[in-house]
């Protein structure tokens, strides 16, 4: 009988590697299976696999043990079906299963030295790449290559088979690794000596620190700082990812949930991002949209938002002041405050709509009808002053849905989520994953909710519009940001694809204020931190925090990429246990500099 492999999101730390194995072993692995692994028959350029979206992937494993490690690497990149199947021996096993793979357009053969060859195998093969695109990965003795001489697809090769090679084999499928090397010797007539495709390396890689210099035992800090701050009760959930030069070096959870619960934190999770969604939804809508030329940062936005073109304090507002949080809005609008009786109904309805809670509904039409209107009349400070504030978004997602007709949501989702295979981001994540993925983040937010939200964005005023908003409402997780910052790391290049131009990307970035610090929707290092002397960030260094406990930073210099989600507002935003003693996001940041630091100063010695 087939088995559907269900490890599609198994979290190994640092790659795919058993928990037994040294780390200095590991790395030894890596550099032996890189050596090793060949790439053949590509002609048609197929690997590594570039336009992502429509692909419908399977895995066909025959015999290779290390099949739920391919499988957990390969969903990192894009769904990928694992099937079990190497206890198929007859022709009508076959046939069941050729049927079972109707809906799918990429078939994976997984092949190795345990594999039956047999001539239904063959036959199996031969039929269904006559049909459908299929790649052939092989590990094991390069007698086995003989098999595969007739077939016309692809074939990634690597004379050993181990969790390593495994977990190479996906990342050269996907881009995340390259390959140069040659066949050392000749296989039959048809693979001879010196053979052998180069391919790019077009996405992230999953590896080790001592592939990009660096030492594992400074993970041991990041573990101690950590659990201080669980401990400390800074956030009972942490999820902490590093990538450096396009690696993923560490990527690890910690704690639940709750701080009593019993669901442990994954790698996967997926987190609130708060104000993340800043810089992560609406910043990279407006840059799109000022690549192709439809926006001016001069443009006012009431040539957008029509009824701003009235409103003194709000007609000539430029979009790039929006950006820069110099427009003179208001920080913060309590709309929670504003709620009648009624308004609010624990039962939905056509006169309840709008769900902000597990059974819990706001009356329809509230943020056209009062919402709005209140963000219109608000006053706020003096134009040319940086006072962060959340309208500021909330002007730029009319903006883009204005240009786009589009809503943010599905725009942002079509545009760059999706292409780039950023699978568990997106708003309103409660209507795409199940509830046990997702972080809570308060059991009482002390506003309007003394409920346990969950998979409903915590800020107040982006749950009362539904969930969709330019501030917050984005949920993600840990490598789904990884790909993103990667992203702008590559001046807008991923997976083959351009996203933005590069100096768009240089453009938003960098400081392009003379009374902040702060680039286009970007924070950035701040006049502060560059005078402590540290040697770390770089005068080049962007990211955003987001006050659900959220963070992500880019460092080009360093080329650096670090996320830190957790929970911190959890169990109620501080009413409980006040005040963290330990910033996590902080002092882990700087334990990854210091180490990077220190590798440098080895190296020169």
Not at 353 to 358: H, L, Q, S
Not at 542 to 562: M, R
Request: net charge positive; with cysteine.
């Amino acid at each position: 009988m087939i088995k559907i492999i269900s490890l599609l999101f198994i979290f190994i730390q640092s790659a795919a590697f058993s928990q037994d194995m040294k780390v200095p072993d590991r790395f030894t692995d890596i550099r032996e299976a890189e050596q090793h692994a060949v790439v053949l028959r590509n002609s048609s350029g197929i690997i590594p696999l570039k336009r992502l979206e429509g692909l419908k992937i399977a895995s066909l494993h025959f015999g290779n043990q290390h099949a739920a490690v391919f499988d957990s690497i390969a969903n990192k990149y894009w769904t990928v079906e694992g099937f079990e199947a190497d206890t198929i021996r007859e022709g009508e096993g076959f046939n069941r299963l050729h049927d079972r793979l109707k809906l799918h357009n990429l078939i994976i053969f997984d092949l190795s030295a345990e594999t039956n060859f047999s001539k239904e195998l063959l036959a199996f093969i031969s039929d269904v790449e006559s049909q459908t695109k299929s790649i052939i990965i092989l590990s094991g003795s390069g007698k086995n290559l003989d098999f595969l001489a007739k077939f016309r697809s692809a074939i990634i090769w690597n004379k050993h088979e181990s969790a390593t090679v495994a977990s190479l084999s996906a990342q050269l499928l996907f881009g995340g690794a390259s390959a140069t090397k040659k066949l050392d010797e000749g296989y039959g007539h048809h693979f001879k000596k010196g053979f052998g495709y180069t391919t790019q390396k077009i996405r992230l890689g999953y590896s080790v620190p001592e592939a990009v210099s660096l030492n594992s035992n400074f993970v041991s800090g990041i573990d101690s700082i950590v659990y201080a701050g669980i401990s400390a009760h800074s956030a009972p959930a942490v999820v902490i990812l590093v990538a450096k030069d396009g690696k993923v070096i560490f990527n690890k959870a910690y704690g639940s949930h709750t701080y009593k619960g019993a669901a442990s934190t994954k790698a996967d999770d997926i987190f609130d991002m708060a104000s993340v969604t800043k810089v992560s939804a609406t910043t990279p809508a407006i840059m799109r949209l000022y690549d192709k030329k439809m926006i001016s940062l001069e443009d006012p936005i009431s040539r957008y938002v029509a009824l701003t073109r009235t409103i003194p304090d709000k007609s000539d507002i430029k979009i790039k002041e929006a950006l820069l949080h110099e427009a003179g809005y208001t920080p913060y609008i309590k709309f929670f405050e504003l709620l009648k009786p009624g308004e609010m109904s624990r039962d939905s309805s056509s006169s309840h709509p709008t769900k902000v809670a597990d059974n819990y509904f706001l009356r329809a039409n509230y943020f056209n009808e009062v919402m709005w209107p209140v963000t219109l009349r608000s006053s706020g400070g003096t134009r040319g002053k940086f006072v962060y504030s959340d309208v500021s978004m909330y002007m730029l997602k009319e903006v883009a849905e204005q240009l786009t007709h589009t809503r943010l949501n599905d725009y942002v989702s079509n545009e760059f989520y999706s292409p780039l295979g950023m699978r568990s981001t997106g708003y309103l994540p409660r209507n795409r994953f199940d509830r046990s993925r997702i972080v809570p983040t308060t059991e009482n937010d002390n506003w309007f909710r003394d409920m346990l939200v969950q998979g409903y964005v915590n800020d107040p005023g982006a749950a009362m519009a539904g969930g969709v908003e330019g501030h917050a409402g984005l949920f993600s997780n840990a490598n789904d940001l990884a790909i993103y910052f990667q992203m702008l790391l590559n001046k807008g290049m991923y997976g083959g694809q351009k996203y933005f131009e590069a100096g768009t990307v240089d453009l938003f970035t960098s400081r392009q204020s003379k009374v902040s610090e702060r680039g286009y929707g970007f924070a950035r290092v701040t006049e502060k931190e560059l005078n402590a002397n540290k040697g770390y960030p770089s005068d080049k260094a962007f990211g955003h925090s987001g006050y659900t406990g959220t963070y992500v930073w880019a460092d080009p210099v360093y080329n650096l990429v670090y996320i830190c989600l957790t929970n911190r507002v959890y169990p109620d935003d501080g009413k409980t246990f006040g005040v963290s003693k330990v910033n996590i996001r902080a002092q882990v940041l700087d334990r990854v500099y210091q180490e990077i630091l220190k590798s440098r100063g080895n190296a020169t010695k």
